[in-house]
Each structure stands twice: as structure tokens, then as C-alpha cells.
């Protein structure tokens, strides 16, 4: 299939994006919101089938926990790693402060 | 869009994560004959059993521990409204069960000698909690998950979308669920119905809990007439992160990290002196509150938050014990916990409170069971501890199936077809309310993040009268205005705005029952703490909230909580 994804599939793969792990659904969410129009051909054919995997199959693969071996799914992967940036803001985590133990009673 | 041949099957069991594959298995196991329809939203790897990460709590090493131990940790940490008659019958049970697991492949993690490795968790009093690294959800429901394959009596209906219970007679005689493949509605019949299909974290807006945990069992339930109990307990998990609310598990504290508030002092030493970052969730919760509120926590983009701190662990216990929470950490907030601590605040993460049923499962409507945590049996009571509700899905959900199958054995909800009238009148409603045009109607994101927003102003972890009742205001106006929704997309198939649309409405019934629950409790326990109303009232409620559904809201009674052999005392750490 080399044309851009109707209505129905691109429904199809919002569907199929909702997960067991919150952690998917937001990687994911993203991943439909940057690529979704433009996924077509080989691209749109390995993102489906990696929808097949269990949630831990596809989030060891996003974290980089384990590598794709199957070398046609390598682009789609990487994307999805993109999708991965940080939601939070850390300048202000007050690194170096000076923390207080109590002692235990 | 239309009607599409019914298919008729013994038990029809709506929800395909950890309890109700295990309710699955003990139905085809204690009859041989039966079948039963899995009937799942989304495809049963796809539960959110997977996402538990801490464990299962049972008795399996007897040197330290003991089944009254475990049911008076239950019980203390229920705050004292769990019925004990069912604590004490599940903790008995949870070892079986967890070997059984084991029996179907779950890896638990072993110590050096080879025994089961332990751990402690929030408010037990010992080292009980069994793991799977840091994946046992994933570990559980991937065995039992296999273990099902083996009957092919189970038979699967992954993506179709349950819109609501057949009831004729009195009974229960099926559902109807939207294929999602087709956009046919499918009439399931059966002679029992298990409910299996989770909380309703969604109801807030800041939780751990994925997107599919809209509520969609309790609500069908509580429209088909059947109460639900103890709505107004929902759990926060102290520590979730800002803005996304992904978890933190609780093992990162069990392996030894610590809070901070911005003075770099351990505060939790004001408030659960004794068990410090091991006390139980709700409160540690309120002590973060307590903190913010008291001017003590950093401020960021996503509101306030405290610190979690790893960094004297380690980074090679950190890699070994808590591989998940470094990653977690790195990639969602860009922070490494070996060098910085983590940014957490509370965030939603369980309902107490449920479909009603009994300690077989069994609701007050004939032939409907419900286990795991869309039941209420109930053992969590005002507050659950933490790893107790994965073995609560094993026990019960193996309890319902079986008791479903008795029911069945013995004639079930009469086995001729109810009225096809039924199903038709539900395809009519749906076309009615969402399908035909709206124009200009309210939009379903719009709804649903003001249903949250109320949620959290209202029925957060610290509540009074006055932002109650507002929420509940507020969710009336939304019911009222969800009668004018739109949705944009026509299309048969995968109609997404379709099943969201059902989703909210689900949630926003689910939500009424919490906070009217809320409002009449005019006492604090557990989960639920009222500002106006310090402390516990044993008194008067030492009770479950019955929540009934009428079209002019939920009407509320009292059932006294069933105490056996521990008397209410003062919930200390």
C-alpha cells in the first residue's frame, strides 16, 4: 500500500495504539500526532506490525532495551524512540541542595 | 450501521486482563462443557495488568509471617471498613493461587537459597510481596494469558467495544458490544455475565492509569440497576510524575529511597514516624499535600512536586533493583536518579470502591459476577495496600468464574434468548444520542477535561463539603450538557469519537457516584479525608456506601462493613 492512510485506518492505528502501559499511550499518542498523515508503504506496514507486539515487546524496543532484528522495522523504531523526549521541565529540580536525615527512631 | 448476527455462548466475560483470563480458566476448568465469550476492548495483552510492576502479596514464607498477620495489615490499612470475612478468606487463598501461577510459568524472582524472593510494601508488616523483576503484571498476564490458550472453549472477541448489559427477567442474559472491525453492533448472550474490566482512573486528570480505563464495567453495571459500593475511595500513589503521571513504583522506596521537601528535610518524619517512606499510600499522600501546601514543595511547569531520592543507593543497586525507575526517570523527566532525585508528586491510581458483589463474586443482579478492581468485595476498604490487588485478581476473579459455572450448572439466567428487542433498542440509542446530527454540540474533550478538572478540585486527595458539592454541581451541568455532544466522524469502522463518546459517559456516571459518595461521608478514612470532618467516625460509618442509579442521581445507603475478629482502633504507623 503506497497511499496516504484514510479515515478508517488511521482510526484503526489510534485504536490499536491504546495500551496497557500509560507509558505506551503517550509515546504513541505522539508518535500519531508527528507521523500519522505521512506513514504510507513499508513505513505504515512495519508500524502496524509493531503494534502487534506485546506492550513490553514494544516498549524494550523504544527504551532501547532490545534492538529490532528485523532490519525494515529500524527506521519506524528510531522515530518512535524520538517520540520519547522528556514532558518535564527540570531546571528547577534544586540539584545540590543540602538534605537533612533525621535520625531514626 | 446496524445489527449483526448474535452468537450465544455459556458465560460472556467482558474485560481480558489479569482477573478475567483467571475467571476464564476456573470457568472451562470446573466444567467441562462450557464455553465462555472473552469479550475485550482491546486485545488482552493490551490490559493494563501489564503495567504493575510491584508485585502480589501472599503468605509463602511462614517464619515471619502469618495469614492474620497479612489480614490485620489488610484490615489496619482498610482503615477498618473492609469486611473481614472476605480479608480473611483471600489471604488464605493468595498462596494457592500464586503457586498456581507458578505452576503456569509466572518467573516470580528467586533469592540466593532459591526460595521465592520477597519484598516489603506499604503498610505490610513483613517482607510478603512476590515479583517478577520489575515486570510481574507483564509476567502474570503473559502466563495466564498462555495457560488460557490451552482451552479452546475460551473463545476471544478482542476489539469489540461492550456498550451495555442484556437484562430480561430479573437476570442477566448477555451484552451488546460495537465490533469495532465492522461497526456492527453484536449481540453476546449468555447465561452469566463476568464483569472484569478495571478501574476508572480516567475520571482524573493526573493518574496512572492508561487511557482504556474509562470505568466501562462499573457503569454498565450500575445502569443495569446494580449498586456500586464505595465510590468515594479513590487511591492517589504518593509518588507519580508531574504531568504525565507515570508511576514511580513503590519498590523504589521499598529499596531504600527517601522523600525531601525543598528544605532538604525528610518530612515524612511528622507524619509516619515509624514506617517513614514505607508507610502506606494514602498517607503518604496527604503528608506530600501537607508539604505543598504548607509552602515546602518545588514549584514546576506541571503545578507543585517533592523529591524521591535514589542517589545514595547507587548506581549499581539502582540498576540491579529498580532498572525501570532509572529509565523511567531519564527518559520522562530527563533526570538520572544515580545523580539527581526525582521530581513526584500524587497521582490517582486506584478505586477502591466497585461493582458490589459478594466474596463469590456474585452482584445482586442474578447471573452478573465482577472481580478485580472494577468489583468491590470488599478487602481494600477505604484503602488498599499496595500489591495486595494483583492476588485480589487471582482469588476472585478464580472465585467468580467458578461460581459463574456453578450458576450456569445449575440453569443459569434462563437459557432462552431474551427479547432481540433488547439489542435493537440499544443499536436505536446509540444512533439517537451519537450518530445523527448535532450541530454545533458540546464537544467530548471539552467535557471530559472539565469532568476532570472537578474531579480534582473536588474528590482530590484532601476534600470538604463545599468543593464537593461544586464538583458535583459541576457534574450535573456536564451530564445535562453531554446531552448536546457531537461527534465529527460518521465511519463505521474504528470510530474512535464513537467509543469515546461512550467512554465519557460511562465516566461521567462513575464520577457522580464518587463524589456524591464523597459528600455524604462526613468523616475521614482512608483515601477519603474531609477537612470538615477530621477523623473517623466509627459510629456512623463504619459502613459501605450502596450507590443506586436513578435518573436524579445516585441515591445512597449504609451497610454495616462486616467485622469478624479485629475491632476498629486508631490507624497508626
Redesign the interface.
Known amino acids: 500500500m503506497n497511499t496516504l492512510l484514510d479515515?478508517?485506518e488511521r482510526?484503526?492505528l489510534?485504536?490499536q495504539c491504546?495500551?496497557?502501559?500509560?507509558?505506551?499511550?503517550?509515546v504513541l499518542e505522539r508518535f500519531l500526532e508527528k507521523h500519522c498523515n505521512r506513514l504510507h508503504g513499508e513505513h505504515l506496514s512495519s508500524f502496524q506490525t509493531l503494534l502487534t507486539y506485546?506492550?513490553?515487546e514494544i516498549w524494550d524496543l523504544i527504551?532501547a532495551?532490545t534492538e529490532c532484528r528485523d532490519v525494515r522495522f529500524a527506521e519506524v523504531v528510531q522515530w518512535m524512540r524520538e517520540c520519547?523526549a522528556?514532558?518535564?521541565?527540570?531546571e528547577?529540580?534544586?540539584?545540590g541542595?543540602?538534605?537533612?536525615?533525621?535520625d531514626?527512631? | 450501521m446496524s445489527l449483526t448476527d448474535p452468537v450465544v455462548h455459556d458465560i460472556v466475560l467482558v474485560g481480558g486482563?489479569g482477573a478475567g483470563i483467571r475467571a476464564a480458566i476456573a470457568a472451562v476448568e470446573a466444567d467441562p462443557k462450557l464455553t465462555v465469550a472473552m469479550v475485550s476492548k482491546?486485545y488482552p495483552?493490551?490490559?493494563?495488568?501489564?503495567?504493575a510492576e510491584g508485585g502480589a502479596a501472599g503468605v509463602v514464607k511462614t517464619e515471619n509471617d502469618s495469614f492474620d498477620l497479612h489480614a490485620f495489615d489488610t484490615i489496619k490499612g482498610s482503615d477498618f471498613i473492609s469486611d473481614q470475612d472476605a480479608v480473611e478468606a483471600f489471604v488464605k487463598e493468595a498462596p494457592r493461587e500464586l503457586l498456581q501461577l507458578e505452576h503456569w510459568g509466572c518467573p516470580w524472582s528467586r533469592d540466593p537459597d532459591g526460595r521465592v524472593a520477597t519484598r516489603t510494601f506499604g503498610g505490610m508488616s513483613t517482607p510478603r510481596t512476590l515479583f517478577a523483576a520489575d515486570?510481574t503484571g507483564?509476567h502474570m498476564l503473559?502466563a495466564l494469558f498462555q495457560t488460557s490458550l490451552k482451552y479452546d472453549r475460551i473463545v476471544r472477541y478482542d476489539?469489540q467495544f461492550v456498550t451495555s448489559l442484556i437484562v430480561h427477567d430479573g437476570a442477566v442474559r448477555g451484552v451488546t458490544a460495537i465490533d469495532?472491525h465492522s461497526g456492527k453492533l453484536l449481540p453476546i448472550y449468555g447465561r452469566a455475565v463476568i464483569i472484569c474490566t478495571g478501574g476508572a482512573g480516567k475520571v482524573f486528570p493526573f493518574?496512572?492509569?492508561?487511557?482504556?480505563k474509562t470505568g466501562d464495567g462499573m457503569a454498565m453495571a450500575y445502569r443495569a440497576g446494580v449498586p456500586l459500593k464505595d465510590m468515594e475511595f479513590v487511591q492517589y500513589h504518593p509518588t507519580g510524575?508531574?504531568?504525565?503521571?507515570?508511576?514511580i513504583t513503590e519498590a523504589s522506596r521499598a529499596e531504600g529511597g527517601?522523600l525531601?521537601n525543598?528544605?532538604?528535610?525528610?518530612f515524612l518524619?511528622n507524619y509516619v514516624?515509624?514506617k517513614?517512606e514505607l508507610g502506606p499510600r494514602d498517607l503518604l499522600s496527604r503528608a506530600i499535600i501537607e508539604e505543598m501546601e504548607a509552602g515546602r514543595a518545588?514549584?514546576?511547569?506541571?503545578g507543585q512536586y517533592v523529591?524521591l531520592?535514589l542517589t545514595h543507593l547507587g548506581e549499581k543497586k539502582i540498576n540491579e533493583r529498580l532498572p525501570f525507575v532509572r529509565?523511567?526517570a531519564t527518559?520522562?523527566?530527563?533526570?538520572d536518579p544515580v545523580k539527581?532525585?526525582i521530581?513526584i508528586r500524587p497521582v490517582v491510581h486506584y478505586c477502591m470502591g466497585g461493582i458490589d458483589t459478594d466474596i463469590n463474586g456474585a452482584t445482586p443482579l442474578r447471573g452478573l459476577y465482577a472481580a478485580g478492581e472494577v468489583a468491590c468485595v470488599s478487602i481494600n476498604g477505604a484503602n488498599r495496600l499496595g500489591s495486595n490487588s494483583l492476588t485480589e485478581c487471582l482469588v476472585f476473579g478464580a472465585w467468580a468464574g467458578k461460581h459463574a459455572a456453578q450458576y450456569v450448572r445449575q440453569g443459569g439466567s434462563d437459557s432462552s434468548p431474551a427479547p432481540e428487542s433488547i439489542a435493537r433498542d440499544e443499536w436505536a440509542r446509540i444512533e439517537r444520542t451519537y450518530l445523527q446530527d448535532h450541530k454545533n454540540g458540546e464537544r467530548i474533550a471539552t467535557i471530559r477535561h472539565e469532568m476532570q478538572d472537578a474531579m480534582e478540585k473536588g474528590c482530590g486527595v484532601y476534600r470538604n463539603g463545599e468543593t464537593i458539592q461544586a464538583a458535583r454541581d459541576k457534574l450535573l451541568t456536564l451530564r445535562e450538557r453531554y446531552g448536546r455532544i457531537s461527534i465529527d466522524?460518521r465511519?463505521r469502522?474504528?470510530?474512535?469519537d464513537l467509543?469515546a463518546a461512550i467512554e465519557l459517559d460511562f465516566m461521567l456516571d462513575i464520577a457522580l457516584a464518587m463524589a456524591e459518595g464523597a459528600l455524604r461521608r462526613t468523616e475521614s478514612r482512608g483515601a477519603h479525608q474531609r477537612r470538615d470532618h477530621k477523623g473517623r467516625n466509627d459510629q456512623q460509618f463504619l459502613t459501605h456506601t450502596i450507590a443506586h442509579r436513578t435518573e436524579d442521581g445516585p441515591r445512597l445507603e449504609y451497610r454495616p462493613a462486616t467485622i469478624t475478629r479485629w475491632q476498629p482502633e486508631e490507624r497508626k504507623y
Do not use: C
Request: aromatic share 8%.
Open positions: 479515515t478508517e482510526n484503526r489510534r485504536w491504546r495500551r496497557g502501559l500509560l507509558e505506551l499511550d503517550l506485546t506492550d513490553n527504551r532495551r520519547l522528556p514532558h518535564f521541565d527540570v528547577d529540580t534544586a540539584v541542595q543540602t538534605r537533612k536525615i533525621p531514626l527512631p | 486482563g482491546v495483552m493490551r490490559s493494563h495488568t501489564v503495567s515486570k507483564f503473559h476489539e469495532l493518574t496512572t492509569n492508561a487511557s482504556i510524575l508531574p504531568g504525565t503521571g507515570i508511576l527517601y525531601f525543598k528544605e532538604g528535610d525528610r518524619s514516624p515509624t517513614m518545588f514549584e514546576g511547569k506541571h523529591h531520592d529509565e523511567l527518559k520522562y523527566v530527563g533526570i539527581q532525585p521530581p466522524d465511519n469502522v474504528f470510530n474512535t467509543t
